[in-house]
């Protein structure tokens, strides 16, 4: 079983900074990986993911954070800069694994990012 451990939220004032990240354990391949974040009332979107292809970033954090992987450590790091009220929302890391029947969809527990002043 995979398991996505995350770490680094908290309280942040606006214009702040937080970095994010997300172990994945066992010894797995890999497809893609990636956050993505629900605020109260809302559904869940895509914040940003990396794949062999390439990086995807939601419209609203483009310029702001930025995605990174650590492929050896099977972890994926979220840095988020000038932070914004409307960033406050959990974030949930995701994973594709890929396994001898396919691909399969992992989840983290979620950690809570507030920016409020």
């Known amino acids: 079983q995979v398991q996505l451990v995350e770490s680094g939220g908290g309280l942040v004032q606006p214009g702040g900074s937080l970095r994010l990240s997300c172990a994945a354990s066992?010894?797995?391949?890999?497809?893609?990986m990636g956050w993505y974040r629900q605020a109260p009332g809302k559904q869940r979107e895509l914040v940003a993911d990396?794949?062999?292809?390439?990086?995807n970033y939601a419209d609203s954090v483009k310029g702001r954070f930025t995605i990174s992987r650590e492929d050896v450590k099977n972890t994926v790091y979220l840095q988020m800069t000038s932070l914004k009220p409307e960033d406050t929302a959990v974030y949930y890391c995701?994973?594709?694994?890929?396994?001898?029947?396919?691909?399969?969809?992992?989840w983290g527990q979620g950690t809570q990012v507030t920016v409020s002043s």
């Open positions: 990396m794949n062999y292809h390439g990086t």
């Open positions: 066992g010894t797995i391949l890999i497809n893609a």
């Open positions: 995701h994973a594709v694994v890929i396994n001898t029947t396919g691909y399969e969809d992992y």
